[in-house]
Structures are given as structure tokens and as C-alpha cells.
């Protein structure tokens, strides 16, 4: 059999009862902050000093003033009384600058290098004990989200991934060619048939040939040359700066990669492609600080 403790049990209203005691240095103060009689108070009081085995409060002409030890405590106890009140609420007024943790962001390198700028400063002015990890797309799963190691997807989310997770748009965008500033293509008005006359370089995760583009195309009984695929946006753009090859990329998504090179509207007509979005797991819907990180992101890329 365990020998009883003759430490007495700890009640952690004794601990907001502290609190209150200390912050108003008064027994009538106190019992009129927490809505109970003064004599209820007084008891309190004295399962305080039981418990801490101190005063904690003493007379001091005709206020009370707190013993070294309660003076210790006051500080610390605040911080631990408000912790607990924002645990018990999860609605509390965030404060951005107190913000202490990493986000993880999946999102391709053209998301990055447009809109990554962005997202950090404001990480940087609000938050600056925050951090940003921004890592590769790759094949999109719901296990990601719900293990919590991604905290938001960013991209065209297929709807596939499940009910579960919750999906915002952030744009809309379209795609345009892309070719180095003094290509022929840059000094002329662009025909399908100027189009299709220099090869082209498709930008694929998947390592895809044909796209959207080519299914238009072929419509008219048309076909273009791909020669080369590659994976991102910065491997692309550096074919096409030394070669005649035409890219296409989505033209808000690409905006900071393609600002040294000529851009043109495609000479056919294809539907506009899926909404970039954001999605997270519900998890974290009413997590203050993520819903924080969520209006980042939006600000910094607003629909047009």
C-alpha cells in the first residue's frame, strides 16, 4: 500500500484565487474579482498558505503585501493563468510576435520565387520568431496534411485528396509563352503557324510531352515539336535564355523567373487552368496561428 503524500493535493483554483489576491493585495478585492464572499475568500487564502507553506499575504498597516516567496511567484503564475485560459479557450487574441514555431509549406519553385518574398517579410515584421520551411512539390497526399508535416499545400489540389481537407482559392491564372528577349518571336506578332515553327520545352513534374495546348492544336490539324522536359520553371527558362525553344508557364505563378524575358499570349485558345489553392487538414482550422500563416498567404497573393 502507497504511504499517503504529505504534500497536500494541488487544486488549480487555488492558483487563480493567487492571482487574483496578489493583483488586487486585497482579501475584499479579491473575493469581489472571482464573485464569492469575502469569508470564502479568507478560506481560500488559508489553503493557500497550507499549500505553499508561506503567508504569501501579510498585514502592512492597514493593506496586506506579499511575502518574497509570492512576490517570486507573481510573474510566473500571470504567464501560467493566461497559458491556461488561451488552452481552455483556443479563441484567444493572438499575438502575432509571439508566434514560435516552424510552418511547412509545399508549393512549386514558381509559387516560391514569386510570392515567397512576401510571405517572409511579413513572417519577418509580425512573427520574426517564426520560421518558414518551403519544400518541393511532389506527389500531393492527405497523409502529408495529417501527420501534420506539411502544414499547407499549395498548387493546383486535386479534389481526390479527400472531403477532410479543406480547400480555399487563392487566384486564377492563364499561361503565356515565354522566349529569350531578342528570339525572333519578340519582334512579331505571334501566329499559330509562328508557333509552331521553333521547337518548345515542356515543364513537367510528371517528365509530360503534351499538354492542354496540344490537344488544341490538334483541332486544327496542327502539331508542335517538344524536345525537351524538364521539372521546373528555372530549368526551362534557362533552355529557352540560350536556345530558340519556346516555354509556356502560368503567367502570375512565373511572374519573378520570367522578368528578364519576352512573354507573349498563345495564338490558340485552351481553357484556363485549375485555381492555385491552398489546403490544410482540420486539424488545425481553428489553430490561431495557422489561421494567421492562411492570411499571409492569401494577402500575398491576391486574386485579380
Not at 524536345?227 to 540560350?242: E, H, M, P, R, W
Request: glycine share 6%; proline share 7%.
Amino acid at each position: 500500500m502507497t504511504p499517503p503524500s504529505s504534500t497536500p493535493a494541488l487544486d488549480l483554483n487555488l492558483l487563480v484565487a493567487l492571482d487574483a489576491l496578489l493583483s488586487e493585495g486585497s482579501v475584499a478585492g479579491a473575493a469581489n474579482r472571482m464573485n464569492l464572499s469575502p469569508p470564502a475568500m479568507s478560506r481560500q487564502l488559508a489553503r493557500i498558505r497550507h499549500l505553499l507553506d508561506d503567508p504569501v499575504l501579510v498585514r502592512a498597516g492597514r493593506g496586506l503585501v506579499p511575502t518574497p516567496r509570492a512576490e517570486a511567484l507573481r510573474r510566473q503564475l500571470r504567464q501560467l493563468i493566461q497559458d491556461a485560459e488561451n488552452l481552455v479557450r483556443g479563441d484567444g487574441e493572438l499575438v502575432p510576435a509571439q508566434i514560435d514555431r516552424t510552418f511547412t509549406l509545399r508549393a512549386s519553385d514558381g509559387f516560391v520565387g514569386t510570392f515567397g518574398a512576401a510571405i517572409a517579410q511579413a513572417m519577418i515584421e509580425q512573427a520574426p520568431k517564426a520560421r518558414l520551411r518551403f519544400v518541393a512539390e511532389g506527389n500531393e497526399d492527405v497523409d502529408s496534411l495529417r501527420d501534420g508535416s506539411i502544414d499547407l499545400d499549395i498548387g493546383v489540389i486535386d479534389a481526390a485528396m479527400g472531403p477532410e481537407i479543406r480547400l480555399q482559392t487563392l487566384f486564377r491564372d492563364r499561361f503565356v509563352g515565354v522566349v529569350r528577349p531578342d528570339h525572333p518571336l519578340a519582334r512579331q506578332a505571334v501566329t499559330v503557324e509562328a508557333f509552331i515553327a521553333y521547337p518548345h520545352v515542356s515543364i513537367s513534374r510528371r517528365g509530360r510531352f503534351e499538354g492542354p495546348v496540344d490537344a488544341a492544336l490538334a483541332l486544327q490539324g496542327l502539331r508542335r515539336t517538344i524536345s525537351v522536359a524538364v521539372a521546373n520553371f528555372a530549368d526551362g527558362l534557362a533552355i529557352v535564355a540560350k536556345s530558340d525553344h519556346i516555354v509556356l508557364v502560368p503567367a502570375r505563378s512565373s511572374g519573378w523567373y520570367r522578368r528578364d524575358f519576352h512573354a507573349f499570349d498563345l495564338p490558340v485558345k485552351i481553357d484556363a487552368p485549375p485555381p492555385i489553392s491552398i489546403a490544410w487538414h482540420p486539424r488545425y482550422e481553428k489553430d490561431a496561428a495557422h489561421r494567421w500563416l492562411r492570411a499571409r498567404v492569401r494577402s500575398a497573393c491576391p486574386d485579380l
